[in-house]
Each structure stands twice: as C-alpha cells, then as structure tokens.
C-alpha cells in the first residue's frame, strides 16, 4: 500500500512546532525527513576536496534501531535545513534541532585543572 509522503509540507509544519538551530556542527542531533522522520547525530563534517564547488560528506549516526551510521555527501544548504534536496529519487531535508538545555559531547580535549591558591592576572594592554 502506498502512502502520500508529502516533504514540503511536513517541513512547513516542523518549522512552526520545532526548535531548529541555524547551523549544523559535530555533535548535533538532527531531524532526518525522508519516507519518514528520524533524527541523528552528526559526527563529521569534512571538505569533498574532489569535487570543485562546497560540496561536505556529512557523518550520521542514525538513531534507529540497530543504530546505523552513514556518510552523504552535501552542500552546505542542504545540510542545514535551508532547502530540501533529492537522493535516490526521493525528497529529503536535514536540520539540527536546539534541543533545551543540550550541550553535544564532541571529543575535545578536556581543559587543564586550575592551580589552587592562585588568582587569575588580568593585563592592560596599549
């Protein structure tokens, strides 16, 4: 049985009821709208050096079950819900969502411990 999958108007509604972030960074969840919605978390974002405009391979980790993780290859506006595009045929939109109080994990360094007893030197500088 086939069912009216309609992206355009899906999005048009998302936009009023969720919380979307303008850009899209490692560690974001995103909402995924394909033949259906789910979300993801971004992990990589790197340069497709091969190919002459901007053009990025995304890693998604895809928050189904089992999990999946997959890489596309996008351009910039794509990735961030300003337009929806196609793949294999099929309509798609991708935008990270400001989920409350959510700061993503990304692997960064951990800043090194402050020295007990001393103060913090401010210095002017002309």
Partial sequence: MEHDFDVEKI??????????KETTVPGDIV??????LLYAVVGNIERD???????????????????????WTLRGPQF???EIFTMGGEKRFIKAVAFEGWSPHVD???????KAGK???LKVIK
């Fill in 80 to 82: 961030t819900g300003q």
């Fill in 49 to 71: 050096v091969a190919k002459r405009d901007e053009w990025w391979h995304l890693t998604l980790q895809l928050l189904t079950v089992p999990p999946k993780q997959v890489v």
């Fill in 11 to 20: 999005v048009r509604d998302l936009k009023n009821i969720m919380p979307f």
């Fill in 119 to 121: 103060r913090p030197v």
């Fill in 31 to 36: 909402l995924v709208v394909a033949d259906h």
């Fill in 108 to 114: 960064k360094p951990a800043p090194p411990p402050k």
